[in-house]
Every structure is written in structure tokens, then in C-alpha cells.
């Protein structure tokens, strides 16, 4: 395929999406702080750049997908940085989740190297993310991404064009925020269904099919009832999602109820368990407080995606052409 792609930030999911690009042919070079990480995928055909700024110079599509907004900004504007390294006609792609008003600020930058810039995350979990399954929001004009349609749709099975940019981003950590309220119900409604002295094999199934189920239970609870807890997302990025919905909509003049709450759950969790516990045993300060083991059989330590890959489309939105 004739463009080529640099990816930066090899993580749990940024990783997966490279892969996925790699995979679908594309000319991929990539570079992460995890030698490691790199080495892997140059084993698969990859190649490595020794700056961002020569990552961006080399590549037609820039890739970023970084832990934090801060992160991203030292990467971005670093004088070895990804902005040194664009010019005309290259396309930024920023998939991490950040704060809207960061990723305006920083296409401000890449727009005067004449470059364009999309704010792209992703969501669905990294198990979708390593088939190609997982979806993505693109927030950018039309123009911009319809250049990009053909490599995001080596990375996701549903890619939706959500309008200018920064509206990806706000759509994203709303998603994440409800993410979060979904995953601490459940910490409360399975820890309530063990005191009762429920089956908890029989409550996942009776979740799974009435009105209180979600993507949410079917997921997570796997995990939460197998005991491993691990959806490779932990909770100091539970914080920094929620927290980026909680600053957005006090900017917008808001009061929020469930989110300041989900705040100071997920930082007393955090405190109790650390920043790099998994998300889902958030389930511990229940199981602590009712001295209980929320388990049950048969569930997987790991989610896996057995949905098939296949070329992505964009979704359709209701009530446009």
C-alpha cells in the first residue's frame, strides 16, 4: 500500500492497533520507550525511527496513542517532536484519550506545518483491539477523513466520522465516564447477589439477559467472576478518563452527581490498591466490606474477541445521508 504509517506509544492497545495496521500491509514505522515493544514488531516486518521528529518525516500518517495529555504535548512539541518532523499534506492522528481542548490546541501547531490533524480514540476494550474489531471516532473535516478511512479501517470494524475536531474526543470520555458508572454498579450489584447467596454463574446469565445487562457485564464480570480482574486498563486511567469528563463539563457550567462520585471511588480504590490495580477490582472494597469472594466457574482469566476480522465501514448516523 502506497502510505506510510508511524505509530508512537506501544501499550496495551496502541500496540495492537500497529499490529493490525502491519497486518493489513501497510508500511509501518514505529517507536515506543519498551525496546522491547519495538523489537517485536520490527520482527514483523516494522521498522524503527530514533526521534518522533524522524518518524514524522518519514511517514504520511503520524500515529500517537499515549498514556496522558501531557505526554502526548512532550512528544508533540519536543524539539526533536512530532511537529518538527511535519510538513504539507501530512496527517496527524491523535488516539489517546485526552482532553479536547489539548488536541485543538495542538492541531493549531500541526496545521501551521500544513499538515492535517484528526482526533481518532478507540474503544471497545484491547481484546477487540488485536482483531481489528475494535471502534473508532474520528473527529475532523470530511476531506481529512476520507484520507484516513483506509487506514483506520485496518484498525477498526466501525469507524464513525463524528463531526469537527474535538467531538471525538468528548465522545470518547463520556463513553469511558459510563464505562466507569456501569463498572461500579456491578461491583455493588454482583457483591449484593453473593451476600444473598446467589449463584454467581446464574446471576451472570440472568444479567446478561434482562434490561440490566451491558457491554459492561458482558466483559468485565467475565473477568471480575474469573478472579483475574485483568482487562489491561487500570485505575489511575479510570481516573484520568473521568476525571477529563468531570473538568469538560464543569467548563460547560455543569453540576454532576455520578461523576465527581465515580471520582472519589475510583481515588479511594487507587488508594487502597494502587494506581496500577485493574480497573474491575475496584469489586474489592465490597468483597472487604462483606468479607465475601465474588467468584464463580468457568470464566475466562482473559477476554479474546471471537468476533472474526473483517475490512472496516463506517457507520452510519441516523438522520443523515
Request: aromatic share 4%; net charge negative.
Amino acid at each position: 500500500m502506497g502510505m506510510k504509517i508511524g505509530f508512537i506509544g506501544l501499550g496495551n492497545v496502541g500496540g495492537q492497533l500497529a499490529g493490525s495496521i502491519l497486518r493489513n500491509g501497510f508500511s509501518l514505522v514505529v517507536r515506543d520507550l519498551d525496546d522491547h515493544k519495538v523489537d517485536q514488531l520490527v520482527a514483523r516486518g516494522a521498522s524503527a525511527a530514533n526521534s518522533p521528529k524522524s518518524l514524522a518525516e518519514q511517514c504520511d500518517v503520524i500515529i500517537t496513542c499515549l498514556p496522558s495529555p501531557s505526554i502526548c504535548s512532550q512528544v508533540m512539541e519536543a524539539e526533536d517532536g512530532i511537529i518538527a518532523g511535519l510538513s504539507d499534506g501530512k496527517v496527524w492522528l491523535e488516539m489517546s484519550t485526552t482532553d479536547e481542548a489539548e488536541i485543538r490546541r495542538m492541531a493549531t501547531a500541526v496545521e501551521a506545518e500544513g499538515a492535517l490533524a484528526v482526533d481518532c480514540p478507540v474503544s471497545g476494550g484491547c481484546h477487540r483491539a488485536n482483531t481489528g474489531n475494535i471502534s473508532i471516532f474520528a473527529g475532523c473535516s470530511r476531506a481529512a477523513f476520507e484520507k484516513v478511512l483506509p487506514v483506520l479501517q485496518t484498525m477498526g470494524r466501525r469507524v464513525l466520522h463524528t463531526g469537527e475536531l474535538g467531538t471525538a474526543s468528548k465522545l470518547k470520555v463520556l463513553t469511558n465516564y459510563l464505562c466507569t458508572v456501569h463498572l461500579a454498579a456491578l461491583a455493588e450489584g454482583l457483591s449484593a447477589a453473593k451476600v444473598m447467596g446467589l449463584d454467581m454463574n446464574v446471576t451472570y446469565e440472568a444479567i446478561k439477559a434482562s434490561s440490566g445487562n451491558s457491554f459492561v457485564h458482558e466483559t468485565e464480570s467475565q473477568v471480575i467472576l474469573n478472579g483475574s480482574r485483568d482487562i489491561s486498563f487500570t485505575m489511575d486511567l479510570v481516573l484520568k478518563d473521568v476525571g477529563l469528563f468531570d473538568e469538560i463539563t464543569k467548563r460547560e457550567g455543569m453540576e454532576l452527581e455520578l461523576a465527581p462520585l465515580m471520582v472519589e471511588i475510583f481515588k479511594d480504590g487507587q488508594k487502597r490498591y494502587g494506581p496500577r490495580e485493574f480497573s474491575p477490582n475496584i469489586i474489592r472494597r465490597h468483597e472487604e466490606q462483606c468479607n465475601v469472594q465474588v467468584l464463580g466457574t468457568g470464566f475466562p482469566a482473559q477476554l479474546t474477541d471471537d468476533e472474526p476480522e473483517e475490512q472496516g465501514y463506517e457507520l452510519k448516523v441516523i438522520g443523515r445521508d
